[in-house]
């Protein structure tokens, strides 16, 4: 998978600003262009696992890369590029950044339903099947965003690839617990989606 965004271009890339405040950006320093540059060997390693983990939450491939974006600036503000917790920590980070889009996101069911009547109105094979899929999706996400920090991070780990040990490191817990983590995790993520379908059909 090709980065959208090269590394050079993640550390020259302004800091996103919040509402009407306005931020000066941190000076970033300049990048050796060496081909042995740490931070370009980090970005190539771990941008498609930080994409996958974003998108897995988002389902937005584009606000995905956003996310890799701001977390690999992060990294680079906060830490050296070979540290030995990079891997776990950009993982970590890509989980609860998209979360947190997730839940103060205001806009996203009007965006949803226009994409979804968007898809009916070029003749989808199948219109019903695919607003139904729209709204799974929305149910999903929206349960999600309102699970604990720790249990949704270990279901978005979990499910965009990374393995027991990968999960583990992300989130500072040891591979052993993992498997218990992540089966109290569905657990209640299964509990928040049969409240929302409850909701749903006493409309």
Do not use: C
Not at 6 to 32: F, H, I, L, N, Y
Not at 46 to 66: H, S
Request: aromatic share 4%; charged share 30%; proline share 6%.
């Amino acid at each position: 998978m090709r980065p959208r965004h090269g590394a050079d271009e993640v550390m020259k890339a302004k800091p996103a600003v919040s509402g009407s405040q306005s931020q000066e950006p941190t000076p970033m320093p300049r990048r050796p262009g060496a081909a042995g540059d740490p931070f370009e060997a980090l970005f190539m390693a771990e941008y498609g696992r930080v994409v996958a983990i974003a998108n897995r939450v988002l389902a937005d491939r584009d606000e995905a890369e956003d996310v890799a974006q701001e977390v690999f600036l992060d990294f680079h503000r906060r830490h050296p590029a070979d540290a030995s917790f990079a891997g776990p920590w950009l993982h970590s980070a890509a989980a609860h950044t998209a979360l947190n889009r997730v839940r103060t996101r205001k806009r996203r069911l009007n965006r949803e339903l226009a994409d979804a009547r968007r898809e009916v109105s070029t003749a989808a094979p199948d219109p019903a099947h695919t607003v139904e899929i729209e709204e799974q999706r929305r149910l999903v996400r929206r349960a999600l965003a309102r699970l604990k920090p720790k249990a949704a991070s270990v279901l978005a780990l979990r499910y965009s690839g990374l393995s027991y040990a990968e999960v583990g490191a992300a989130i500072s817990v040891g591979t052993g617990q993992v498997g218990t983590l992540l089966r109290r995790a569905e657990q209640a993520l299964k509990k928040e989606l049969d409240k929302e379908i409850e909701v749903g059909t006493s409309l």
